[in-house]
């Protein structure tokens, strides 16, 4: 007979309400018993907490995805009403809020922009706080998930092949079209960083042993020897460099391939743009740092800076100055040493 723990299911939002309120949707279609749900916000200016209150409170009627059409295998989002608390990050750190009881849906005004992992640390905090025991899923708010995800998931944790693992991965694959796959998971390329491998491995062959989980979808066990994300990139390659701690600390990862997740074109950031461009470039150049060798890392650098001069150059042929100086300042910013959260307003 299954058991069924606690599932703690923690959800991202950063001036993109419309699109969480439709993960939330999708999100509360599973059918796995036991699980609630964290919306960390890092500090939307567009009333994002106040839309996504309006939607648990049932005054919401525009869940746009419950009218797509999609080939995708997932149940349509479905309108509140949802149980729900809300809380401040200040609260969360002095343990005064943690899972009252009743409600499913939890609400975390974070109080700034904390980046992709400084966010979901927040909810992880909570999460783990209020349940030392819990297992924690990481999703993107562009993500879809089908009806049966997380009692697939579970099962592969507490009966299947993923029973020893501290961090469970996911297949993403395209929303708009659900048979081409966007990224398997993880896998550390020679000179290049953290890379997406879009292809399955062929059955019965042995390409996972250094699989890393990608941070569209990450699930995390009570027995993971690391619970919480990097915070000095603020945008891009913590899931990579979290995944290199937790095998580290002698942990281990496992990716369920048989249990894919949709994803969407990012709307946050925005695919291509300046902020996207930056963060990247800059995120990737400190991950080598940290974890290449010397003339690995010497690599690395001439690579990216011949990539540099020339994304610079064709931005500035297109006299777009904004992804030009994106291409300059990340180089810069790590020659320098600069993390976290810097240049451009986010």
């Known amino acids: 007979m299954m058991t069924y723990p606690s599932v703690f299911v923690i959800v991202l939002n950063w001036n993109s309400w419309k699109q969480t309120i439709e993960c939330l949707g999708n ?23 106040e839309y996504i209150k309006a939607w648990a409170e049932g005054w919401s009627d525009s869940v746009s995805s419950a009218n797509e059409k999609s080939d995708a295998p997932y149940i349509p989002a479905v309108d509140g009403p949802v149980a729900y608390e809300q809380c401040t990050w200040p609260c969360v750190t002095q343990g005064t809020e943690a899972a009252q009881g009743g409600a499913c849906l939890t609400l ?26 819990t297992y924690a899923l990481v999703l993107n708010s562009d993500v879809v998930i089908p009806s049966h995800f997380l009692t697939k998931a579970m099962s592969a944790v507490l009966y299947g092949p993923a029973r020893n693992a501290s961090v469970v991965g996911f297949p993403a694959y395209f929303h708009q079209n659900p048979r081409r796959l966007e990224c398997a998971y993880l896998r550390d390329a020679l000179s290049r960083g953290p890379v997406h491998v879009t292809v399955l491995p062929e059955p019965n062959e042995d390409k996972l042993n250094d699989a890393m989980a990608h941070g569209a979808a990450l699930a995390i066990t009570p027995s993971a020897p690391v619970k919480f994300f990097p915070e000095e990139y603020f945008l891009y390659c913590e899931d990579a460099d979290y995944c290199r701690q937790v095998r580290k600390r002698g942990g281990s990862i496992f990716i369920q391939l048989d249990n894919p997740v949709y994803h969407r074109v990012s709307k946050v950031v925005g ?5 996207q461009t930056y ?34 150059l064709k931005s500035l042929i ?29």
């Open 27 to 49: 999100i509360f279609r599973n059918d796995y018993p036991n699980y609630r749900v964290i919306v960390c916000d890092n500090n939307s200016q567009d009333g994002s907490l």
């Open 108 to 133: 975390i005004q974070t109080g700034e922009n904390l980046g992709y992992g400084g966010g979901y640390n927040v909810g992880l905090r909570y999460a783990f706080r209020s349940n030392p025991a």
């Open 271 to 275: 695919a291509g743009s300046p902020l």
């Open 279 to 312: 963060y990247t470039r800059r995120s990737k150049l400190a991950y080598c740092r940290k974890y290449n060798p010397p003339m690995e890392y010497s690599i690395v650098l001439a690579r990216m800076l011949y990539s540099t001069l020339k994304g610079c």
């Open 318 to 346: 297109r006299r777009d100055w904004m992804s030009a100086k994106a291409y300059m300042l990340s180089y810069w910013h790590h020659l320098r040493g600069k993390k976290g959260r810097t240049w451009i307003s986010t």
